[in-house]
């Protein structure tokens, strides 16, 4: 978090001495009076540093205001030496002794609300001793936290939370934090999101840094190049261009059917605006069970993988390839790597390529002729084509999708609870839009229909692509965000999420 020290070491050097903190302070105790109008009892966890000096002025305001109203009761732990405190953290210390705060050995045996100002970006090994005890209560409580700029243990840049040997999985309270200066990486992917919950931002009046992730770009909207295209009135179906879903192994060949991966994307590609939407299964069937049409979208135009090999179409559509391929679609790999201009590779088509080094060969040598390739893998795919776990590729979510991207030249969709969106040479984004209803069998099928018929049209330059791709994405999140808005919309399913992919 060097970008956000840097920031602050500036801000601070054309400020009165302790002035950041104070404002720090300040916003914290203003949220939390807005967060908690009711509440009678706060507790304010202060750890040994900074982010602790946040916590006491927070809480020397907070004690005024229930001197003045009443009825609230303020109670403070402080972690640490208050000899060994920072300067600006001891400042704060002495105010609010001054002011009156009482600071306690140990939590409340309960509270209506918490405010976890124990390390910040501080944090950077396991917390130990009382400090450890204190964030453990803090993690199980049920009562709302708000956390101050980040929450503890949380890294700032990967996102991973540190928890303690045994530590039980945080209790689903209400969660806030409120980013101080910069928005942090870590609160948008990995744990972060659960961890931070709703997460506010204070620039605390500093030269603009508009919020920008020092290690990424954070996609709150739709991006440049991700909006729907205007259609004009003097166009037809070919203005739209072509999506070609190649997957779909059938029963007929393994004993279990995944014809319906290639099925989803299709449809996700066709109401995600595609002109025209082929698919193309392997191993098709015998004839007289052979899938011939999708009875929801008749749209849709079934052709064999040998037809469409060698011909026009397979150069000029963007092509999805692996959606429920199985272990017949390494065959076809070869082909569809040397002809397809633009493609999108998505599951059993990843996971072939991770096992053949001549695949991965074909597949960086791809961008030597100016294609487009777009990876979609979720994190055991990611660490199947980069020869690792997926408890390696989850500690760095950002450094593994460039390592992607930089090893095949493509450009990667790491999905997850943040899905990363990184490209060779470019700052990596997150995406901000999903949630926990994207956890069902079928979506990423449908994330790589809607990449697919994204770039159906040739975009024009490679980062005008990129935006494409990334508002694929973010469209894919904001329609899971807008179905649990829904009152009473129920268990979100792949084949719903594709009928809204526009």
């Keep these: 978090m060097e970008a956000t020290r ?3 070491r500036i801000a601070a050097s054309s400020l009165p001495p302790h002035t950041l903190m104070a404002r720090a302070g300040l916003r914290v105790a203003e949220l939390t009076r807005a967060l908690a109008p009711h509440a009678r009892r706060i507790w304010i966890a202060c750890g040994p540093g900074n982010n602790g000096g946040d916590g006491l002025v927070a809480a020397t305001h907070l004690h005024r205001f229930s001197r003045s109203k009443g009825g609230l009761d303020i109670v403070v732990t402080l972690c640490g030496d208050p000899a060994r405190q920072p300067a600006d953290a ?3 210390l002495q105010q609010a002794l001054a002011a009156g705060v009482q600071i306690q050995d140990a939590p409340p045996s309960s509270f209506d609300f918490a405010m976890d100002a124990l390390l910040g970006i501080g944090g950077r090994r396991p917390p130990e001793g009382v400090l450890a005890e204190h964030l453990r209560v803090l993690r199980s409580s049920g009562a709302p936290v708000l956390s101050v700029d980040l929450p503890s243990g949380l890294d700032a840049e990967t996102g991973v939370l540190m928890r303690a040997p045994g530590e039980a999985a945080q209790s689903p309270n209400q969660r806030h934090t409120l980013s101080l200066l910069t928005l942090k990486p870590g609160l948008f ?7 931070a919950g709703q997460v506010w ?9 508009n919020g920008v992730l020092a290690q990424a770009q954070l996609l709150c909207g739709s991006p440049r190049g ?5 259609r004009a009135h003097a166009s037809h179906k070919g203005s739209y261009g072509e999506v070609v879903v190649i997957g779909g192994q059938d029963i007929a060949h393994a004993g279990s059917g995944m014809t319906g991966a290639a099925v989803l ?7 995600g605006g595609a002109g025209r939407v082929y698919v193309a299964l392997l191993a098709e069937a015998p004839v007289e069970t052979a899938l011939r049409w999708d009875p929801i979208c008749p749209e849709l135009m079934f052709r064999s993988v040998q037809a469409l090999m060698n011909t026009a179409l397979l150069q000029s559509a963007s092509v999805v390839c692996g959606c429920g391929g199985g272990e017949l679609v390494a065959g ?3 082909s569809v790597l040397s002809q397809a201009p633009t493609l999108v590779l998505d599951a059993d088509a990843l996971n072939a390529i991770a096992l053949d080094s001549r695949l991965q060969t074909r597949l960086q040598e791809r961008r030597s002729s100016g294609w487009i390739t777009v990876l979609t893998p979720h994190p055991l795919e990611a660490a199947r084509l980069l020869g690792s776990d997926t408890a390696k590729v989850m500690s760095d979510r950002m450094a593994a999708a460039q390592r992607l991207s930089d090893r095949f030249a493509a450009i990667c969709v790491l999905k997850g609870s943040g899905t990363v969106i990184s490209a060779p040479g470019r700052i990596p984004m997150i995406n901000a839009s999903g949630n926990a209803a994207l956890a069902t069998a079928g979506t990423g099928d449908v994330l790589a229909g809607m990449i697919g018929s994204a770039l159906a049209i040739p975009a024009g330059t490679f980062e005008q692509t990129v935006q494409r791709v990334a508002g694929a994405v973010h469209q894919h999140g904001s329609l899971a965000d807008r179905w649990i808005q829904r009152a009473g919309a129920g268990h979100l399913t792949a084949s719903a999420l594709a009928e809204h992919a526009c």
């Design 201 to 209: 931002f204070d620039d605390l009046g500093a030269p603009p840094c």
């Design 226 to 230: 991700g909006a729907p295209l205007r």
């Design 189 to 195: 992917t990995a744990d972060g999101r659960d961890a």
């Design 332 to 334: 076809i790999l070869p």
């Design 265 to 271: 994307a299709a449809r996700a590609a066709l109401h």
């Design 90 to 92: 001891a400042q704060a």
């Design 6 to 8: 840097s920031i602050e």
